[in-house]
């Protein structure tokens, strides 16, 4: 017997595999669910219509990989997906994305981090009094409104301690729609709003998120905090995004009370096309035109001084630009 002859009985049998296919599943039955919450890889998924439908927990498919799956994502289910105690189906496929609600940490991080998917409508909850209103958030929350491609609604709370006329001037030039509450009062404008849409509600902390949502929605109990009489700043009461059912059809997305809104992820250029009269006007600015005060032979200022352009709204567009980039344009007549 040769010495390879000898050695070879060392060798490792060699393992019998078959062989790779191309073909994948197609999940072609696959449940729809919308995602509704994620808790330490766990994920509630809502399948079927917001009143007969059924909560299904389910966990990421391998097959996913570092695909990332947030609330409001709309995703397919394998497995067991009847929603019995128990039970886990797996998320094997996360459909396209109509909206995405993005930020980043702050000015200087271009590190996006994504919040919420397919929601339709952003409602920017400001109060007009305890805690004051701050426009330079505002600007920011429609900035990334924007940015999604989501529809804006400024929802203005406590408009029985002060008058809503200054903030509601800072953004008629926007276009922006508008509803005001009363503490203890009619919330029907609000809820026509809502009704069928699914709608995500940003805001700083004591604006009174908390307290419309138990309006809209009695058995949400969402608990409610109070404002700071020394900082005048509201405490976070809520500490995670919430998404709840609304009775006459619709998704209201709750998210925690925030103080801060990085923009770096912003593209000035996608800003301005939510704007289509004044991206029009831009078509002779010189390249690499920014569009704000600050650049010279900006085509803007030309249809302003030849009177093509509302003056009023193209100071207003301006200073959400400055609001994206770390900059507040403070107009003496606005609340700060």
């Keep these: 017997m040769s010495r390879y002859d000898e050695e070879a009985k060392y060798d490792r049998p060699k393992r019998r595999t078959r062989p790779r296919t191309k ?41 996913l990989g570092r695909k990332g799956v947030i609330v409001g994502d709309l995703v397919k289910l394998d497995g067991n997906a009847t929603g019995d105690e128990g039970s886990l189906a797996r998320i094997v496929e996360v459909l396209p994305r109509t909206t995405l609600l993005r930020r980043s940490a702050d000015d200087d991080d271009p590190i996006e981090r994504p919040l919420v998917a397919n929601a339709e409508q952003l409602v920017i ?25 989501m529809r804006p609604l400024l929802c203005l709370t406590k408009t029985d301690l002060a008058d809503p006329t200054p903030l ?3 953004y008629r030039p926007l276009g922006v729609e508008s509803v005001a509450t009363q503490q203890g009062g009619d919330l029907e404008a609000l809820r026509e709003q809502l009704e069928g849409r699914t709608s995500v509600l940003v805001g700083h902390s004591g604006v009174g998120k908390s307290t419309l949502v138990n309006g809209i929605i009695p058995t949400a109990q969402r608990a409610i905090g109070v404002v700071n009489e020394v900082t005048g700043r509201g405490r976070h009461t809520s500490t995670s ?8 059809g619709g998704w209201i997305i709750d998210t925690p009370g925030i103080r801060s809104f990085g923009l770096a992820h912003v593209d000035a250029d996608k800003l301005i096309d939510a704007f289509p009269d004044l991206a029009d006007l831009t078509g002779d600015c010189p390249r690499a035109c920014t569009h704000t ?30 609001s994206r ?12």
């Design 325 to 336: 980039e770390g900059r507040e344009q403070k107009d003496p007549e606005q609340p700060t």
């Design 241 to 248: 995004t919430v998404v709840l059912r609304l009775p006459d």
């Design 125 to 149: 909850v400001v109060s007009v009094a305890n805690p004051e209103p701050r426009t330079g958030l505002i600007d920011r929350f429609l900035v990334a409104a924007y940015d999604a491609g």
């Design 168 to 170: 509601l001037d800072a």
């Design 293 to 322: 005060e600050l650049s010279p032979g900006c085509a803007l200022d030309t249809a302003v001084a030849e009177g093509t352009a509302d003056p009023e709204r193209v100071t207003s567009f301006r200073r959400l630009l400055a």
């Design 23 to 63: 073909d994948r599943p197609t999940y072609d039955d696959a449940v729809v669910a919308f995602v509704t919450t994620r808790d330490r890889g766990r994920y509630t998924c809502w399948v079927g219509d917001t009143t007969t439908g059924r909560q299904v927990t389910a966990m990421k498919a391998r097959q």
